[in-house]
């Protein structure tokens, strides 16, 4: 069974930093991929950002140059690092892991994290 667990939402003003972090037991097969989601009050679950096992990431436009995403293979672990942190950002984030588990793509949700940044 795999298992999602986040951290490190809270409330922060704007021009902040926060540091989420989401931490993946179980049976993990590699390679995998994952990301970061957000959901704002009222509207759809976005992308945020995602991360291949070899490291490669992708950012949503509203997100670059303010959020990095990295990961530790060992401890099955990714983080999000959010700075310059606007009102906008608000939201729950959740964390997923996309893998390949019998032939079959697999994809696993975190539990969510709320972040809210204040004016």
């Known amino acids: 069974q795999v298992q999602l667990v986040e951290s490190g939402g809270g409330l922060v003003q704007a021009g902040g930093s926060l540091g989420l972090s989401c931490s993946a037991s179980?049976?993990?097969?590699?390679?995998?991929?994952m990301a970061w989601y957000r959901q704002p009050p009222g509207k759809q679950r976005e992308l945020v950002a995602v991360?291949?096992?070899?490291?490669?990431?992708a950012y949503a436009d509203s997100v670059k140059g303010r959020f990095t995403i990295f990961r530790d293979n060992v401890k099955n672990t990714v983080y999000l690092q959010m700075n310059s942190l606007k009102p906008e950002d608000s939201a729950v984030y959740y964390c997923?892991?996309?893998?390949?588990?019998?032939?079959?793509?697999?994809?696993?949700w975190g539990q969510g994290t709320q972040v809210t940044v204040s004016p």
């Open positions: 991360i291949g096992s070899d490291g490669d990431t």
């Open positions: 997923k892991l996309i893998m390949q588990v019998a032939g079959s793509t697999r994809n696993y």
């Open positions: 179980g049976t993990i097969f590699r390679p995998n991929t």
